[in-house]
């Protein structure tokens, strides 16, 4: 098994910034990519952005240019730093990783963190 553990999130005004981090932990395992997602009150779960293990990112449009996503390979952790964070950024933030896991066998797993909580509001 592997579990995913969020911390960071919090209560901020518009235009400040909040950094996030994610670190994996459990069984023996290689990550193929970690990413965020967000799911605001009555709305989708929504992708933020993502990193592979190659260090390719993928942002989405609306925190472009606001957000960064980045990883510490050797403590399995990622980041997301949100600059000029707006009332809309508002949501349940989550991690997310595509893993191989070495249990007597390679197994793809996907795994979810319980998320933590961003609220931007003056």
């Known amino acids: 098994q592997v579990q995913l553990v969020e911390s960071g999130g919090g209560l901020v005004q518009p235009g400040g910034s909040l950094s996030l981090s994610c670190e994996a932990s459990?069984?023996?395992?290689?990550?193929?990519?970690m990413g965020w997602y967000r799911q605001a009150p009555g709305e989708q779960r929504e992708l933020v952005a993502e990193?592979?293990?190659?260090?390719?990112?993928n942002y989405a449009d609306f925190v472009k240019g606001r957000f960064t996503i980045s990883r510490d390979s050797a403590k399995n952790t990622v980041y997301l730093q949100m600059n000029g964070l707006k009332p809309e950024d508002t949501a349940v933030y989550y991690c997310?990783?595509?893993?191989?896991?070495?249990?007597?066998?390679?197994?793809?797993?996907?795994?979810w963190g319980k998320g933590t909580l961003v609220t931007v509001t003056s």
């Open positions: 997310k990783a595509d893993l191989t896991v070495y249990v007597d066998y390679e197994w793809r797993v996907i795994s």
């Open positions: 459990g069984s023996t395992f290689s990550f193929n990519a």
């Open positions: 990193i592979t293990s190659g260090g390719d990112t």
